[in-house]
């Protein structure tokens, strides 16, 4: 399963960059309003030269021919920006006509396997279902990503993946990839969560310790043989 972090935080993703892991990102319009000032097209270009894969961006028009426009605008900034739409029938349309022009889409806000089928054929490049939102329900959004992947999987001739979003824990990231999806995108709050264990600083602790004692006890000369 791949990782994308879902921010428009230009040092948060600068920080997640440096480890090496990230395949992509996503915004949405919340994502962006936190970046006080920010510049949608700068940002989204920036995000483009910081990360060598998908940058979603996210159309607000709300009928498919604002869709269009909007996709056609944001495909010309950066050729891995890819086009954020919700799954109603006007995303589908948008979706379906922005592939006709090699435009690549994620379908956005899917909550059930209906949507998340329907954006599939209509040509999403990927889908998001939004887990954590399902469970603030009590509903498991893992389920959902189980179901959306038994679907895909029976045919062949789908190739739109799934990327698990609203992901609130670290144990989402897990289960996710359990469950089939291919792509997480995670807040750098949740990759931080997922890699701190306090057994691993532990063991630095002990493993430097021992070292230091060990460097405390060798004589000089002995230290000087071991450095030739
Ligand atoms: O990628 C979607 C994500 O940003 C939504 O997360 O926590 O607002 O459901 P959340």
């Given at each position: ?105 994620n ?66 990231v ?15 709050r ?39």
């Amino acid at each position: 399963m791949k990782i994308y972090l879902d921010t428009a935080n230009l040092n948060e993703i600068r920080e997640a960059a440096r480890w090496g892991i990230l395949s992509g990102v996503t915004t949405n319009p919340s994502l962006l309003a936190k970046e006080e000032g920010a510049d949608f097209q700068d940002t989204i270009r920036t995000i483009a030269g910081l990360v060598d894969g998908p940058i979603s961006a996210e159309a607000v028009s709300e009928d498919a021919d604002g869709m269009v426009r909007e996709g056609r605008e944001f495909a010309a900034w950066h050729p891995n920006v890819i086009v954020k739409v919700p799954c109603t029938a006007a995303g589908l349309e948008a979706v379906a006509r922005l592939k006709e022009d090699g435009i690549r889409c994620n379908v956005t806000l899917i909550f059930n396997a209906n949507q998340a089928l329907m954006a599939a054929l209509a040509g999403a490049f990927v889908v998001s279902p939004f887990i954590g939102r399902l469970d603030d329900i009590s509903q498991d959004g893992t389920d959902l990503i189980r179901e959306i992947a038994a679907i895909f999987e029976q045919d062949h001739d789908i190739e739109t993946q799934i990327l698990a979003a609203s992901i609130r824990h670290p144990r989402h990231v897990i289960e996710s990839a359990l469950a089939g999806a291919h792509i997480a995108t995670c807040p750098l709050r949740v990759l931080k969560q997922g890699l701190t264990h306090p057994l691993t600083d532990r063991g630095i602790e002990r493993f430097l310790s021992d070292w230091r004692a060990r460097e405390a006890t060798r004589t000089p000369a002995a230290a000087g043989a071991g450095s030739e």
